[in-house]
T-cell receptor, first 117, second 115 residues
Framework: DGGITQSPKYLFRKEGQNVTLSCEQN?????MYWYRQDPGQGLRLIYY???????QKGDIAEGYSVSREKKESFPLTVTSAQKNPTAFYLC????????????????FGPGTRLTVT | AQKITQTQPGMFVQEKEAVTLDCTYD???????LFWYKQPSSGEMIFLIY??????QNATEGRYSLNFQKARKSANLVISASQLGDSAMYFC????????????FGTGTRLKVLA
């Protein structure tokens, strides 16, 4: 079955440590995204990538880094520079494609709940 | 700048009744897509329904329909015959042709279905 996997589901880290969240998709989608969600809030875009070896900052990229070395993988590193890293992180992917691209919905992974103490 | 507004932070509906969740958007692009997602307490995002800016008819998917009023820039989600399992957060989102494949999300509406 095609889909997006995120691991782990729950992650605990000590303050000052970098941590990498995994995101893998087998949907053959070109575009991939990382969102942060705080309790009772909407989704805020951290980074997105439209093609391998290319990515763009979203609205809240400070303290985060990504890589896109393979089409199916888009890992997110939460660095020690991120002041409030405790949150729910969602990875998503979508097809791309010109004017017809507006109809392509995003597919989401199950999310990773990161707690930093 | 493109923006999605959901003005209802929380809604209650009686089981088997219909409910409308509001969504207004702002864009200068003539071509765009509008989406609704459901997020249960488990956290995963579930795609519900899509409406294109050039679609002449309102989209429907089972118990979900989208009340699209282009002139008012609104794309309200209507859930008919509410079920207890419909209790969740609901997000409205938009994607533009001229955008860089970014999706803009609203802040969401928490729906609680009462037995």
């Amino acid at each position: 079955d095609g889909g997006i996997t995120q691991s782990p589901k729950y992650l605990f880290r000590k303050e000052g440590q970098n941590v990498t969240l995994s995101c893998e998709q087998n949907l053959n989608h070109d575009a991939m995204y990382w969102y942060r969600q705080d309790p009772g809030q909407g989704l805020r875009l951290i980074y997105y990538s439209q093609i391998v070896n290319d990515f763009q900052k979203g609205d809240i990229a400070e303290g985060y880094s990504v890589s896109r070395e393979k089409k199916e993988s888009f890992p997110l590193t939460v660095t020690s520079a991120q002041k409030n890293p405790t949150a729910f992180y969602l990875c998503a992917s979508s097809r791309t494609g010109g004017t017809s691209g507006i109809s392509y919905e995003q597919y989401f992974g199950p999310g990773t709940r990161l707690t930093v103490t | 700048a493109q923006k999605i507004t959901q003005t209802q932070p929380g809604m209650f509906v009686q089981e088997k009744e219909a409910v409308t969740l509001d969504c207004t958007y702002d864009t200068s692009d003539p071509s765009y897509g509008l989406f609704w997602y459901k997020q249960p307490s488990s956290g995963e995002m579930i795609f519900l329904i899509y409406q294109g800016s050039y679609d002449q008819q309102n989209a429907t998917e089972g118990r979900y329909s989208l009340n699209f009023q282009k002139a008012r820039k609104s794309a309200n989600l209507v859930i008919s015959a509410s079920q207890l399992g419909d209790s969740a957060m609901y997000f409205c989102a938009m994607r533009e042709v001229s955008g860089t494949y970014k999706y803009i999300f609203g802040t969401g509406t928490r729906l609680k279905v009462l037995a």
